[in-house]
């Protein structure tokens, strides 16, 4: 199939908050034009990995083709690049926005405007891109359309008359959203003549054909047997197919300047076509590269540890096989003295850092033990030297330390006014420094707050939600490190420092942090052979104590013919239910223990 | 007791038959079982006998029995003709050896004088009395149908049989029931003079109708620690009457050990046949029996397998192929090393350690009071045995 006329391409991503239907807008839009036939449609197409579509969420940009006949009988070309809705994948959403020309901006006509849609319109309008607003859900009984949009007038200043009304569930306006995508986001630009430029905003790794990369072509033209070259890595490839996805993958003769779509062409090593990498012919190289993109930087970081040591080896080829195609993820191998060796993760969120472990599991079939998250403080030494630490464990001897400078976000936070005074408690209890207040359209507000990044990393999102009766939505990015009063906790089981359970915390907030994880240690820790003491420790001092009476009595009476055979069978069972337990000393640690801090109620 | 004797590789000399048939079933059995029927018993009969003979074909040469046990069920139930009959085509088939372990368990309410003599003469050189309490009320309690007085009864018919070693079972740990109960049981009962004696802790077993009471709240089992304090008083008391503990549950005056019993945890061979039989058995006599255990295997040196459990499909299933086995399984080194420590644990004799990692976990568990070593075994101290469940598990995280 040759290119389309680039007037008659569209490119375009679809900007929404978590679950106000964004999927299922895709979905419309992949039926009524043709993409895929209706008896074809497993719910939510776009969600390909297993993952996404158990969870309903989307966690890597898709790009798909549709066919678009309009009403005068031209046919367009409609690339719609999905993304990703929840704060840990912003990223992912920077690299789909910058392939495309427009954006169709879905709200729920229930819920209003949230603040990570907003952050999401704030970066495509930086873009330049032209936004659709679609006001969703309309056939629901509790439906505001009017108020909805009075609110995209008022805060992010589309016209409230442009916006299109429509339920993404019945199919109605569906046809609306698709006219008012060829009429109102411009077609690409790019002279299909000149050297190669082609940006790549996604790949994936695949077992038989090496690295699949998603391309925008900008500039030129991209066919079968090019040889190409990366303009970053400076690696040359020759091109062994090009096409698109419908949503399955279509080769075809070319992509021209304005089209998106993949390229496979025998690479192996991922590192050779970085994300955001330029493309260009290696005969007719282009003058320069394209404005790439930001790399992502992890907020969080955690420990993970394969259970039993010497699947070491494959857990690093599993991290290396997901870098392919989660670019966000970073690693290094470090060890501990209670789970051997593992390595030290990178991950842009909690969510995210769930969904690395939930791959590397299901997909690489390894039994993982995953630390809890810490954040990377920046430690300054008495002799000058200048130190990040992103495992407690290995914050220098206090008396080594001259300062401790914590991340701190600036943080947005979109809530329904009656909620406002629970918001502003949440933000207290958790350092959080006033910045700003401004009333919006319908009872909404928008609450500003530099927030340090330890202390919302887990649990935050929950209370923001549980606190406002869901109402509430958060957006926030990396600000400053500041110097603040921390300490390392330490915890002891059967006398022994498990460096795994280190935390470093507020002085303030030390002593009752220690007493709370003690106290669900002590839950999470079975009664073992012997009593365990469970101590919490600042510096040499013990700040709490628990303990885990030893176990009575397990002992069964009677152990005949039959019996040994279900007595085995049970051993085997415990010895593979045991798998999550880590031995340190003498005493077995489940795997929940480790992420401990993550089930603590917040005192 | 003898020493423990390395299993020989290839030729099993224990056997056990299981005889399923009850007046009824009691309340926390989940053994396989079958209530009534007495017109049944020699069809059944028949086909034990034919399993037997199924067995000793494959196994080409048998090597005599040392020991045959048949359980139940309520083996003394059947006519002690039926039994002699058993035994029989054992000794035609397999050859008992001189001196060798003839166990029969009964019920008392099946004991009389003459049954006793007709099994003496039918070659059984040892009863195991199901005496369960010397306490009427708890004997109702778990619906038996004989009292303390016909148990002693049976005790001194056995005797005057001159069945040459008798043990009794007796049960502890009866929900409802106080301690003293047993305690006077077990005192009764010494007061017989048996030369072995059983002392089960009663477990609400899975399927049981003991076990549905409990799950509904109806009865309630005492607390585990009480259990224990009956257990160790049962230790005590049996020791100074010249008992001593050999396995969790069995105490014997010198001498008096099952032999049969002791094969099962010192992991050695038997045959088995009857309705729910489980057997232990060589692969190379398996593979022989038309067990598809792959010849080269060489991790795989046993291979477990039982029989069916329903009467009717095991009936069928001897009718049909002339065994009744239902399922078998490969034991590799590995679950063979699970099941000798597992096994090996419960007894007072304790357990060789054969590894490094064994030997460091073992001290480790002794310097918590739970194992002591000597002559490179491993046994468990009171501490160790209260827990055993739980001492095995981690010397096998070894």
């Not at chain 1, 993952?51 to 009403?71: C, F, S």
């Not at chain 2, 039994?83 to 004991?111: C, K, M, Q, W, Y």
């Not at chain 2, 303390?148 to 043990?167: E, K, N, W």
């Given at each position: 199939m040759p290119a389309s006329p680039i007037e008659r391409v569209r490119n375009f991503s679809i900007i929404a908050h978590i679950d106000h239907g964004k999927s299922t807008l895709a979905d419309r839009l992949l039926e009524r034009t043709g993409s895929v036939a209706a008896r074809d449609m497993a719910e939510q197409?776009?969600?390909?990995?297993?993952?996404?579509?158990?969870?309903?969420?989307?966690?890597?940009?898709?790009?798909?083709?549709?066919?678009?006949?309009?009403?005068?009988?031209?046919?367009?070309?409609?690339?719609?690049?999905?993304?990703?809705?929840?704060?840990?994948f912003a990223y992912e959403v920077s690299r789909a926005l910058a392939a495309c020309e427009g954006a169709i901006l879905v709200v729920d006509a229930t819920q209003g405007i949230e603040a990570q849609t907003l952050a999401n319109v704030y970066k495509a309008l930086d873009l330049g891109l032209t936004l659709v607003p679609v006001i969703n859900k309309i056939d629901l009984p509790a439906a505001e359309p009017e108020r909805v949009r009075a609110a995209i007038e008022s805060v992010i200043g589309l016209p409230a008359e442009d916006c299109l009304l429509v339920s993404a569930r019945t199919g109605d306006g569906i046809d609306a959203v698709l006219a008012a995508v060829v009429a109102q986001i411009p077609a690409p630009r790019g002279d299909r003549a000149a050297p190669l430029r082609a940006l790549i905003f996604d790949s994936k790794y695949d077992a038989y054909r090496g690295v699949m990369v998603y391309v925008r072509v900008m500039e030129g033209r991209l066919r079968a047997g090019t040889s190409i070259t990366m303009m970053a890595s400076r690696r040359t490839f020759t091109v062994d197919e090009v096409g698109f996805f419908r949503p399955?993958?279509?080769?075809?003769?070319?992509?021209?300047?304005?089209?998106?779509?993949?390229?496979?062409?025998?690479?192996?090593?991922?590192?050779?076509?970085?994300?955001?990498?330029?493309?260009?012919?290696?005969?007719?190289?282009?003058?320069?590269?394209?404005?790439?993109?930001?790399?992502?930087?992890?907020?969080?970081w955690a420990g993970i540890y394969p259970v039993e040591g010497d699947r070491y080896p494959d857990l690093r080829e599993a991290l290396e096989r997901l870098q392919l195609n989660d670019a966000a993820l970073t690693f290094e191998p470090e060890t501990s003295v209670a789970l051997g060796f593992g390595f030290r993760c990178g991950f842009l969120g909690l969510l995210h850092l769930d969904i690395v472990q939930e791959r590397l599991e299901r997909e690489f079939d390894l039994t993982l033990i995953t630390t809890a998250p810490s954040v990377a403080y920046r430690v300054t030494t008495r002799d000058g030297e200048v130190v990040i630490v992103d495992n407690p464990a290995h914050l220098p001897d206090p008396a080594a330390v001259e300062v401790i400078e914590e991340p701190r976000v600036r943080s947005e936070i979109m809530v329904p006014r009656e909620f406002l005074g629970n918001l502003m408690e949440l933000c207290q209890e958790r350092r959080g420094e006033f910045i700003h207040l401004e009333h919006q359209a319908g009872e909404r507000v928008l609450l500003r707050y530099d927030l340090p990044l330890g202390e919302i990393i887990h649990d935050f999102y929950d209370q923001l939600k549980s606190r406002s009766r869901g109402y509430a939505s958060l957006d926030y990015e990396l600000h400053e490190y500041r110097a603040a009063q921390l300490v390392k906790l330490d915890i002891l089981v059967a006398g022994t420092r498990v460096d795994a359970l280190s935390a470093i915390v507020h002085r303030e907030k030390a002593q009752a942090y220690g007493r709370r994880l003690v106290e669900r240690l002590r839950q999470l820790i079975p009664r073992q052979l012997f009593e365990v003491a469970i101590q919490a420790a600042i510096g040499g001092r013990i700040v709490a104590r628990e303990t885990v009476p030893a176990l009575r009595k397990d002992v069964l009476a009677k152990c005949y013919g039959g019996d040994i055979t279900r007595k085995r069978k049970l051993l085997e069972k415990q010895r593979a239910g045991k798998q999550r337990m880590k031995r340190v000393g003498s005493v077995e640690i489940p795997q929940e223990a480790f992420m401990a801090v993550l089930s603590l109620d917040q005192g | 007791m003898s020493a423990p004797a390395a299993p020989n590789p290839e030729r099993p000399r224990a056997l056990y038959v299981h005889i399923p048939f009850c007046e009824q079933r009691c309340p926390y059995c989940d053994f396989a079982v079958h209530v009534g029927g007495a017109a049944r018993?020699?069809?059944?009969?028949?086909?034990?006998?034919?399993?037997?003979?199924?067995?000793?074909?494959?196994?080409?040469?048998?090597?005599?029995?040392?020991?045959?046990?048949?359980?139940?069920?309520?083996?003394?139930?059947?006519?002690?003709?039926?039994?002699?009959?058993?035994?029989?085509?054992?000794?035609?088939?397999?050859?008992?050896?001189?001196?060798?372990?003839?166990?029969?368990?009964?019920?008392?309410?099946?004991?009389?004088?003459?049954?006793?003599?007709?099994?003496?003469?039918?070659?059984?050189?040892?009863?195991?009395?199901?005496?369960?309490?010397?306490?009427?009320?708890?004997?109702?309690?778990?619906?038996?149908?004989?009292?303390?007085?016909?148990?002693?009864?049976?005790?001194?018919?056995?005797?005057?049989?001159?069945?040459?070693?008798?043990?009794?079972?007796?049960?502890?740990?009866?929900?409802?029931?106080?301690?003293?109960?047993?305690?006077?049981?077990?005192?009764?009962?010494?007061?017989a003079g048996p030369d072995h004696v059983s002392c089960y802790e009663l477990t609400p077993e899975r399927g049981t109708r003991l076990q549905r009471q409990v799950t509904l709240g109806l009865v309630r089992p005492p607390h585990p620690v009480a259990n224990l304090a009956q257990h160790w008083w049962a230790v005590e008391r049996l020791a100074a009457g010249g008992y001593q503990q050999y396995e969790v549950s069995n105490f014997a005056r010198p001498g008096q050990e099952s032999r049969h019993n002791l094969q099962y945890w010192r992991q050695g061979w038997y045959w088995a046949v009857g309705s729910g039989a489980h057997g232990h058995l060589p692969a190379a006599i398996a593979r022989r029996l038309g067990v598809d255990?792959?010849?080269?295997?060489?991790?795989?040196?046993?291979?477990?397998?039982?029989?069916?459990?329903?009467?009717?499909?095991?009936?069928?299933?001897?009718?049909?192929?002339?065994?009744?086995?239902?399922?078998?399984?490969?034991?590799?080194?590995?679950?063979?090393?699970?099941?000798?420590?597992?096994?090996?644990?419960?007894?007072?004799?304790g357990v060789l350690l054969q590894t490094p990692a064994q030997r460091r976990m073992a001290r480790q568990l002794s310097r918590h009071g739970l194992l002591t070593m000597a002559g490179g075994r491993a046994r468990t101290t009171r501490r160790g045995e209260e827990l055993l469940e739980a001492v095995t598990r981690r010397l096998l995280a070894a």
């Open positions: 197409v776009l969600d390909s990995m297993d993952l996404e579509r158990e969870r309903g969420i989307t966690i890597k940009a898709q790009a798909v083709r549709l066919v678009h006949q309009a009403p005068d009988g031209t046919a367009y070309q409609l690339n719609l690049i999905d993304t990703p809705g929840h704060v840990d399955q993958m279509t080769p075809t003769d070319e992509l021209a300047a304005g089209e998106v779509g993949y390229l496979v062409a025998a690479i192996r090593d991922v590192r050779a076509a970085r994300v955001g990498d330029t493309i260009t012919e290696a005969d007719r190289p282009a003058a320069a590269a394209l404005a790439g993109y930001r790399q992502a930087t992890p907020m969080v | 018993h020699r069809g059944y009969v028949a086909a034990v006998r034919a399993e037997l003979r199924w067995l000793a074909r494959a196994a080409v040469v048998p090597a005599p029995l040392d020991s045959v046990y048949l359980g139940g069920g309520t083996p003394s139930r059947l006519s002690p003709r039926l039994v002699a009959a058993i035994l029989g085509t054992a000794r035609a088939r397999f050859g008992v050896a001189p001196g060798a372990e003839v166990t029969l368990e009964a019920n008392p309410s099946d004991v009389t004088t003459r049954r006793a003599r007709a099994w003496v003469a039918a070659g059984v050189t040892r009863v195991s009395l199901g005496v369960q309490s010397l306490d009427d009320g708890v004997l109702r309690q778990l619906g038996r149908n004989h009292t303390a007085v016909q148990a002693l009864a049976a005790i001194r018919a056995l005797r005057g049989a001159a069945v040459p070693s008798l043990s009794c079972d007796l049960l502890y740990g009866i929900p409802g029931r106080p301690a003293v109960s047993f305690q006077a049981s077990l005192d009764r009962l010494l007061e255990v792959e010849a080269p295997e060489p991790g795989v040196r046993a291979v477990r397998w039982w029989n069916h459990r329903g009467t009717a499909r095991y009936l069928r299933a001897v009718d049909e192929t002339g065994s009744g086995w239902a399922g078998w399984e490969a034991v590799d080194a590995d679950q063979a090393e699970l099941e000798r420590v597992a096994c090996g644990l419960r007894l007072r004799e």
